[in-house]
C-alpha cells in the first residue's frame, strides 16, 4: 500500500521560510491513497533521526536570551552571528500551569523564528493570529521536542535550534492551548440500516455490521456533530479514525497508533470517499462514512483490503486549517 500524507514535521530549511509547523508532506502519489499510514519523511527537510546535541550545541542555545513575558511573542537575540549547532536541541524557559501535555495531544503552539545569519525575524505566528495545531508525538515533531512536551503543560515556552542547510535556524515556541482528543459536540441519531458504532471511555470506537448487502453510494453520516467551522477543500486536516471492511474486519485505526493524522483534504491525496465525505463537515465532529468501491480501490486489492471492497470508516475531526 502507498503510503500517503500525515502529520509530521515540517522545519524547513529553505533560506527565506522558516517556520514551525506541522504541515503534510507532499504527496507524489495518485489519488486513491489510504489515509492510514505515515509518509515517508523528507530528509531534506529535517535533521538525521540519529543526530544528538554535543555539549557546545547546549551551551550555544544556553546562549541565546529571550525576553519578554509568556503570552507574548518574544524578543530572541543570539549571542553572536552567524549562530551554529550541529544538531537539534531544545531548552525549557517556562513552565506551564495548565493541562498536562500527554503523547498524542493535540496543541496550538505560537512560535517565532530567528535566521541563524543574522538573528533577524523570519516568521511569526504572534504576528498572523494563527497558532499551529501540533500533535506531540516523534512522527509529528523533532524528539527533543516532544521529549521536552510530554509531561509539561499549556504554558509551556521553549528555545529550538536546528541546521537547516547552510545556516542554523533558531525557534522560541510557546503551547497555548490544547484541543480535545476526540469529537466533542451534539450527538446525531443516525439513520437505519448503517453499523452500529460504540465509543470505549477514551473516545476509540468499535463496530457492529449489519447484514445484507453493502450500499452503492457513498454515505455520510454525522454521529456527533461538532460546533468548529466547516471544513474547506485545499485544507489540512487532523483526524482520529478507525476503518473497518463492510463485513465489520479492521483494517486500520489511528488509535491503534496512538496519535492522530493529518493530510490534505479535498486534493486527491486521499480516497474519493474522504474527500466528498470530509469537506463541509465541521471541525469537532464525528463522522460514519460508507465508501463503495468506486470511491475507495475499486478493483485493485490494497494489503488486507481485498478487491472490490466497500469500507466503513468512523472519523473524527479535531482541525483544519
Not at 516568521?123 to 498572523?128: C, D, E, M, V, Y
Not at 536546528?162 to 492551548?177: H, I, K, N, R, S
Not at 455520510?220 to 485545499?234: N, T, Y
Not at 469537506?279 to 483490503?305: C, F, H, M, N, W
Request: charged share 20%; with cysteine.
Amino acid at each position: 500500500m502507498r503510503r500517503p500524507p500525515t502529520a509530521r514535521t515540517a522545519l524547513r530549511a529553505a533560506a527565506a521560510v522558516l517556520a514551525l509547523s506541522l504541515t503534510l508532506a507532499a504527496c507524489s502519489g495518485e489519488a486513491g491513497d489510504d489515509p492510514t499510514t505515515p509518509a515517508p519523511t523528507d530528509a531534506a527537510a529535517t535533521p538525521a533521526p540519529d543526530a544528538t546535541a554535543t555539549a557546545e550545541d547546549v551551551a550555544a542555545l544556553e546562549a541565546v536570551v529571550v525576553d519578554g513575558a509568556v503570552g507574548a511573542e518574544p524578543t530572541v537575540t543570539l549571542p553572536s552571528t552567524p549562530f551554529t549547532v550541529s544538531a537539534p536541541v531544545a531548552r525549557l524557559l517556562d513552565d506551564g500551569t495548565g493541562e498536562e501535555i500527554a503523547a498524542g495531544d493535540m496543541i496550538d503552539l505560537d512560535s517565532v523564528w530567528v535566521k541563524g545569519t543574522d538573528g533577524t525575524v523570519d516568521s511569526s505566528t504572534w504576528k498572523n493570529g494563527k497558532p499551529e495545531q501540533v500533535v506531540v508525538s516523534d512522527d509529528a515533531l523533532v524528539a527533543v521536542i516532544s521529549d521536552l512536551l510530554v509531561g509539561n503543560k499549556v504554558g509551556t515556552r521553549f528555545a529550538f535550534a536546528v541546521p537547516a542547510g547552510d545556516t542554523t535556524a533558531v525557534a522560541v515556541g510557546e503551547v497555548v492551548g490544547k484541543r480535545p482528543s476526540r469529537a466533542v459536540g451534539t450527538p446525531v441519531e443516525p439513520a437505519a440500516g448503517l453499523p452500529a458504532i460504540t465509543l470505549d471511555d477514551t473516545g476509540k470506537p468499535s463496530i457492529e455490521p449489519v447484514d445484507g448487502d453493502a450500499p452503492t453510494e457513498l454515505v455520510v453520516q454525522p454521529l456527533i456533530e461538532g460546533d468548529g467551522p466547516a471544513v474547506e477543500s485545499g485544507q489540512t486536516i487532523t483526524v482520529q479514525y478507525s476503518g473497518w471492511l463492510w463485513d465489520g474486519s479492521p483494517f486500520d485505526s489511528s488509535w491503534d497508533r496512538g496519535a492522530p493524522a493529518s493530510f490534505g483534504i479535498g486534493v486527491q491525496q486521499v480516497i474519493t470517499g474522504w474527500d466528498e465525505g470530509l469537506v463541509g463537515q465541521k471541525v469537532g465532529s464525528q463522522v460514519l462514512l460508507v465508501v463503495p468501491p468506486d470511491k475507495a480501490y475499486g478493483d485493485v486489492e490494497r494489503d488486507t483490503i481485498p478487491a472490490g471492497s466497500t469500507l466503513v470508516f468512523v472519523v473524527d475531526i479535531l482541525a483544519a486549517g
